[in-house]
């Protein structure tokens, strides 16, 4: 067992990040943590509380229409203690961790799961 996980961050894409702020900040009293340029020169918002957050992608080119279950979902991130025993369950498990990464202010590793849905796994240890 790596230790009890929490969900650190959610990534989803919105077709309007600022309006998807002001109702995320009027609902739970969350801020933004940081906003910028994002993947393709989209933009994103980090919102929420200290040590969990909603990223908030809107793409360049923006988005339309409704989506298929699952499809507007980029990834799930959850926060371990131990990062090294997160990723031998997560082999253990017959699924394959990549995009390794060790930078400020954490190290991180992803995999997707049966299913396709993204997840990334952080350890600020």
Same mark, same amino acid.
């Given at each position: 067992?790596?230790?009890?996980?929490?969900?650190?961050?959610?990534?989803?894409?919105?077709?309007?990040?600022?309006?998807?702020?002001?109702?995320?900040?009027? @609902?739970?009293?969350?801020?933004?943590?940081?906003?910028?340029?994002? @993947?393709?020169?989209?933009? %994103?918002?980090?919102?929420?509380?200290?040590?969990?957050? =909603?990223? @908030?992608? %809107?793409?360049?080119?923006?988005?339309?229409?409704?989506?298929?279950?699952?499809?507007?979902?980029?990834?799930?991130?959850?926060? =371990? !203690? !131990?990062?090294?025993? &997160?990723?031998?369950?997560?082999? &253990?498990?017959?699924?394959?961790?990549?995009?390794?990464?060790?930078?400020?202010?954490?190290?991180?590793?992803?995999?997707?799961?049966?299913?396709?849905?993204?997840?990334?796994?952080?350890?600020? &240890?």
């Amino acid at each position: 067992m790596t230790g009890i996980a929490r969900i650190e961050h959610v990534n989803i894409t919105t077709s309007d990040a600022p309006r998807m702020a002001d109702l995320l900040e009027k @609902l739970c009293g969350w801020h933004r943590r940081w906003e910028g340029p994002a @993947l393709n020169d989209g933009h %994103t918002i980090h919102f929420g509380a200290k040590n969990q957050y =909603v990223a @908030l992608y %809107t793409p360049k080119e923006g988005i339309g229409g409704r989506f298929g279950k699952g499809v507007p979902l980029n990834h799930i991130g959850i926060e =371990v !203690d !131990d990062i090294g025993k &997160a990723e031998e369950t997560v082999i &253990a498990a017959g699924l394959e961790p990549f995009n390794h990464g060790d930078y400020d202010p954490g190290r991180r590793f992803y995999f997707f799961d049966w299913d396709g849905i993204e997840w990334e796994v952080v350890s600020y &240890a």
